[in-house]
């Protein structure tokens, strides 16, 4: 029942002696105690994800310490931050600072990892590098999805969720035995309604309607040997949200004294419209809605061997989507900044590794990986009003990661413990015919020699960590670790008229991140403390600014940054002061500066060459928040053969500083929400209630500019409220 449940933060066995819920996680490819692992990690359970009405990855962001979540100008393309280390590219070729992983699977497609979150067991946030047990590499963390599995006794669960502007949310799930030694899952969900955007003559935008699946088979071939099939796939048929304008929009008036767009006084309201001539290349009708539709699917197969000192697994994965989407970035109906994306991607992967039993002072584990990523896209512009053309961009890419990773702890005493792991990995990434076009209305290309056949970027780099855990009392917990992570170098895939200077290829960023933390639990206070402190020194950090071509002018790029540094700390507590009540509270610090870095932000012609004017970014923030905070508390009543349980919880993000401008910066909120459900002991039925922003907070996710004078901004969710009903057989 953890997909339906009410999402209580305690076990419902949980005694007088025991009211905390003890969590055990895969994090470190070993069950293992959550106060065991040297390393910050939190725990977001299935059920409480249904509790908050979390359905995608966007909701994460808000039981979690120092996780930040944010669609790129309003796309579908997530961004993800932890520790204030993160990525902001809209373009869909390059890697996330923060790994995405499904029982174990990467998901190395940046706009195929806004999927839907169901039928989960529970999500892992790892902060801090990874590598050293994975496949993939990362510089800010990884986000890890447990899936529940087929269990031996047939069930069947069934749940129906309706909410405010019409939106709907269900579930299915049938489990249990089919043959000798062969255990099923089917389990889907649906997404429909939800459309709570003002467009223009009374249209509404926001419209979701996603539907997903996946069938998993476990089967056991004899005492020692396993398989795990998994087949999955989902369809997506959304509006995609709209921007709103903070300031008037002055795009024509500066180009053309043209008109000048009020700015939007309600943060609902949107509007959307192109020219016919890039409706005609982008294959919509000049009205039509935004939209994101994707459809993804893919297998993987795991087999696992038990052996006298150990197991062995293969892990095989192929998953492949097709993605179009059309999205207004101007904010008006005019068409002066429109895009549209046609995307082919498909990732197959295979990891091979080698763990030792668990319960020997030395354990160790080791393993190789390769991957192969294929990516066709077409990026599209519209600029009718504001330039007179349209754009696009359109390339493939081709990448081959081969890595061989290993991690090993030895119990030096009874209190004392030292871990170590290392990885090599090498990476070739290939752009091939890289074309990027101006069109005019009549649809006539004017640069049509703007092409690139080939890039490429080759890198082998290490990467690894040293851990060291005490344990000077019992359920107290010290420890310190210093460790390298490596993300992925790549290319920049904007518009431009000087492909070859536009994509020359940007580094791999490297972190070395040092921590220090403690994690305790005072078993007669029924507390649990966790708190750590990090410094993050960081090398050829990835970011969003401009080159300057000396024949063209400013040139939008991913650039490196030699040096910025990151120092902050967290905290997580959960502490049960009455039987049946339990309080959590968690909270994240993280501030950063640009070391060494100069950007360009402006050109200047002299004697008809362009030419960069500079400013030295030393001491400048780094674009994150500096606080989160987290907090709920949940309590039960006992009813007999019926349970009571009701919650309020609360988030809170500081100001987003951007590299932009003060303009750009992001303003603090907090939203404050609240949950009940009430059913059976059993488990048979239940039904459970839900408000997120129940405050109605107004507030803005991301504000960005697309051209000049287009000051466009993503609206939060206002308040939303639903109820459930939960079945169970």
Known sequence: ?????????????????????????????????????????????????????????????????????????????????????????????????????????????????????????????????????????STGGAINYVLNHPTEKREAELSFQYGRFGSIVTNGVVSGRVLNHLNMRLSAQSQQGGAWQDGDGGARLGMTDRTAARWISDLTLDDSATMTLDLHGSHDRSDAQGLHLFTPLTTLASASNGSVFPAD????????????????????????????????????????????????????????????????????????????????????????????????????????????????????????????????????QNVNTVSGFGQARYQITHELALTGGFRIEHESRVLQDFAAYNYLPSGVITNPGNIV??????????????????????????????????????FTTYNTVAARASTDPFRPEELWAYELGNKAEFPSAHLRLNVSAFYYDYHNE???????????????????????????????????????????????WAVGQFDRFSSVFATQRVNGVYVPIVRNRRGDSLPAPKLTFNGSATYSWNLGRYILRSGINYSLRSTYHSLFGNLYDVAGYTLVGANASFGPRSGLWSIAAFGNNVLNKRYDVERNFFVNGDNIAFAGLPATWGARVSLSF
Do not use: C
């Open 453 to 490: 056949g080939r890039r490429s970027l080759n890198y082998t780099k290490p990467s690894g960590k040293l851990e060291l855990d005490y344990h000077p009392v019992e359920h107290d917990m010290i420890y310190a670790s210093v460790s390298r992570g490596i993300k992925s170098g790549g």
């Open 542 to 588: 990835q970011i969003q600014s401009a080159v300057v071509n000396p024949s063209t002018g400013l040139i939008g790029a991913i650039v490196n940054a030699p040096r910025s540094h990151v120092a902050g700390g967290e905290f997580e507590a959960q502490w049960s002061p009455l039987p049946h009540l339990i309080l959590t509270q968690s909270g994240g």
């Open 1 to 137: 029942m953890t997909l339906f449940a009410a999402a209580p933060a305690f076990a419902q066995s949980s005694s007088e002696h025991d009211r905390l819920e003890h969590i055990t996680v895969t994090a470190n490819r070993r069950v293992q105690n959550t106060q065991n692992i040297a390393a910050s990690v939190s725990v977001v359970s299935g059920a409480q994800l249904a509790a908050r009405n979390v359905h995608d990855v966007f909701g994460l962001q808000f039981l979690t310490p120092s996780l930040q979540v944010t669609p790129q100008f309003g796309s579908g393309q997530p961004a993800f931050t932890i520790r204030g280390v993160g990525f902001n590219d809209y373009a869909s070729d390059n890697a996330s600072t923060v790994s995405i992983s499904i029982d174990e699977v990467a998901q190395p497609i940046p706009f195929a990892t806004n999927g839907l979150i169901f039928d989960v067991s529970r999500v892992e946030v790892l902060r801090g590098p990874q590598g050293t047990l994975y496949g993939r590499n």
């Open 265 to 396: 006084s309600n943060r609902d309201a949107t509007h959307w419209g192109t020219s016919t001539s890039f409706a005609r290349l982008a294959g919509i009708n000049p009205m039509q809605k935004p939209f994101h539709h994707i459809d993804s699917g893919g297998a993987n197969l795991r087999q696992e061997k038990k052996l006298p000192f150990g197991s062995l697994t293969d892990l095989v994965s192929f998953d492949a989507a097709n993605r179009r989407e059309y999205d207004n970035f101007d904010g008006s109906s005019a068409a002066i900044a429109d895009v549209a994306f046609n995307t082919r991607a498909n990732s197959f992967a295979n990891e091979l590794r080698l763990k030792s039993h668990d319960e020997r002072p030395l354990t160790w584990i080791g393993g190789i990986y390769y991957a192969h990523q294929y990516l066709a896209d077409q990026y599209l512009s519209g600029f009718a009003q504001s330039f007179g053309i349209n754009r696009s961009v359109a390339y493939r």
